[in-house]
């Protein structure tokens, strides 16, 4: 049984940072998409960053570039976001998200069949 378990989240200030892991049990993604997205209170499910493979170049939503990485460590199944410069509106459940599906973009939540239960990231002012 697939299982993605994220960590890292918590309560910071504004411009602060924290790191993001989430890891996979079940099978190896390596080869496959993940990524992460987020969800405010009241709001849609945002696209944050994705890889479609372990070497492949992340890609990051529009409002996180240049602020958070994406990366990922095969030996150990699991993938991480490093979020600087963090800002009130970062505020979310951040949600890990694995495909092995073959049809949609990686920035779709559509694209991706394996969720984790999110972890809070709350950013004050």
């Known amino acids: 049984q697939v299982q993605l378990v994220e960590s890292g989240g918590g309560l910071v200030q504004a411009g602060g940072s924290l790191r993001l892991a989430c890891a996979a049990s079940?099978?190896?993604?390596?080869?496959?998409?993940m990524g992460w997205f987020r969800q405010a209170p009241g709001k849609e499910r945002e696209f944050v960053a994705a890889s479609t493979w372990s070497g492949g170049s992340p890609v990051y939503g529009d409002s996180v570039k240049g602020r958070f990485t994406f990366s990922r460590d095969n030996t150990r199944n699991t993938v991480y976001l490093q979020m600087n410069s963090l800002k009130p509106e970062d505020t979310a459940v951040y949600y890990c998200?694995?495909?092995?599906?073959?049809?949609?973009?990686?920035?779709?939540?559509?694209?991706?069949?394996?969720w984790g239960q999110g972890t809070q990231v709350t950013v004050s002012s």
């Open positions: 998200a694995a495909s092995t599906t073959y049809s949609g973009s990686i920035d779709s939540e559509k694209r991706y069949n394996y």
């Open positions: 079940g099978r190896t993604f390596s080869t496959y998409p």
